[in-house]
């Protein structure tokens, strides 16, 4: 089955810098690629997600890369606010279907603290 | 516009107890999946239901079982508690098997 890796574990930067988080995946079915932000004690909330037919998107002060041959895929925040300190989590799914039909499996997530 | 609902928000229950928990999805969503989080880690897939048949299961033991409702509601009942299955339980509905997810606020369930 799919197995997603994220890293860092933890991440600390001041007000105003950039921060990346990165994936990896190991099943090449994947195609779907979704971001969400954790808040303490609250609901994942999807921020952007990508599909493999295109290599980046943005939204506002975030973007997400798409590497399909090296099977890896990040999230950059730029201009960061303390706002943005939570826990991230990316994601991989077939959207194909097949044996897995919707799973979509997690990484281990990202604790972002943005530092006023 | 209301998001996904669950019920209850907290539940403590005993080692052997039966717990279910509820699932409201979002109007006009179809698609049903239930996520276990356990503290420190990303959600884990249990289930998904589609059009109301079950059409994915993770790997969980048969202790966990579902349902999605003719209102596309669902629940999520697991028998013979564990200590282990103290975690967070996430609901998500989604339009169809294959659309973005969207989390509802989770049922905090503590085995004792």
């Known amino acids: 089955g799919e197995n997603v890796e994220q890293h860092p574990s933890t991440l600390s930067v001041q007000e105003g810098d950039s921060a990346v988080i990165k994936c990896t995946y190991s099943?090449?079915?994947?195609?779907?690629f979704p971001w969400y932000k954790q808040e303490l004690g609250k609901r994942p909330q999807l921020i952007i997600d990508?599909?493999?037919?295109?290599g980046e998107k943005k939204d506002q002060r975030i973007a997400v890369t798409l590497n399909k041959t090296a099977k890896h895929f990040s999230l950059h925040i730029t201009e960061t606010q303390p706002e943005d300190s939570a826990v991230y989590f990316c994601a991989a799914r077939n959207n194909a279907g097949g044996t897995s039909y919707g799973k979509l499996t997690f990484g281990q997530g990202t604790i972002l603290t943005v530092h006023p | 516009d209301a998001g996904v609902t669950q019920s209850p928000t907290h539940l403590i229950k005993t080692r052997g107890q039966h717990v279910t928990l509820r699932c409201s999805p979002i109007?006009?969503?179809?698609?049903v999946s239930w996520y276990q989080q356990v503290l420190g880690q990303g959600p884990q897939f249990i289930f998904q239901y589609y059009e109301k048949e079950e059409r994915g299961r993770g790997n969980f033991p048969d202790r966990f079982s579902a349902r999605q409702f003719p209102n596309y509601s669902s629940e999520l009942n697991v028998n013979a508690l564990l200590l282990g299955d103290s975690a967070l339980y996430l609901c998500?509905?989604?339009?169809?098997?294959?659309?973005?997810?969207?989390f509802g606020n989770g049922t905090r369930l503590t085995v004792t």
């Open positions: 998500a509905s989604s339009l169809a098997w294959n659309s973005p997810l969207h």
């Open positions: 109007s006009g969503h179809k698609s």
């Open positions: 990508i599909r493999s037919n295109v």
């Open positions: 099943d090449s079915a994947s195609n779907y």
